[in-house]
T-cell receptor, first 115, second 112 residues
């Protein structure tokens, strides 16, 4: 069964460093998402992406964050200058069609720790 | 704005007992409701979803949930817990093209 994959599974970085989290969505999916979950808190939406541009973003997704689909398979989240509060589990998701009732398929997550 | 409240961050049941995980939502428009499960070191897997139609929804692994508009609830149940059901369970809501809004999750433990 097709699945969303994410690399790395864990990342430790120093505050102020740039990190890139990578995702490979399901191959025929067109809509891509990033969510994050700070330890003990809710899973929160960051950004959605379609047709090579951001379709929606939350207030969390400030200028420190960017997303890119550099080729036909990868979808990346970049944090330019990490802060302690960026420590979280980051989930990538993809769906075939936009629309609330369409299932979003999630990857296993990348656990980011900023020291 | 939409929101989800999951009552109980941790629920513990005996093997073979009824599982009941509670989810209440708030939405000003007709909601789409989802339950996801997360096993250790894995991603979020869809258990079931309600979009329209029948309010009792059956999902994988014997789970089901009932959409009750009057109670703004979408509780998840399973008649008989199995050890393999131990996981984190997330209720989520959206509508139209809006992103998923998640609850904080409920960790289910199953005791032999």
């Amino acid at each position: 069964e097709p699945e969303v994959t994410q690399t790395p599974s864990h990342q430790v970085t120093q505050m102020g460093q740039e990190v890139i989290l990578r995702c490979v969505p399901i191959s025929n999916h067109l809509y891509f998402y990033w969510y994050r979950q700070i330890l003990g808190q809710k899973v929160e939406f960051l950004v959605s992406f379609y047709n090579n541009e951001i379709s929606e973003k939350s207030e969390i997704f400030d200028d420190q964050f960017s997303v890119e689909r550099p080729d036909g398979s990868n979808f990346t989240l970049k944090i330019r200058s990490t802060k302690l509060e960026d420590s979280a589990m980051y989930f990538c998701a993809s769906s075939n069609i936009a629309g609330g009732q369409e299932t979003q398929y999630f990857g296993p997550g990348t656990r980011l720790l900023v020291l | 704005a939409q929101s989800v409240t999951q009552l109980g961050s941790h629920v513990s049941v005996s093997e073979g007992a009824l599982v009941l995980l509670r989810c209440n939502y708030s939405s000003s428009v007709p909601p789409y409701l989802f339950w996801y499960v997360q096993y250790p070191n894995q991603g979020l897997q869809l258990l079931l979803k309600y979009t329209t139609g029948a309010t009792l929804v059956k999902g994988i692994n014997g789970f089901e949930a009932e959409f009750k508009k009057s109670e703004t609830s979408f509780h998840l149940t399973k008649p008989s817990a199995h050890m393999s059901d131990a996981a984190e369970y997330f209720c989520a809501v959206n509508s139209g093209n809006t992103p998923l809004v998640f609850g904080k999750g409920t960790r289910l433990s199953v005791i032999a």
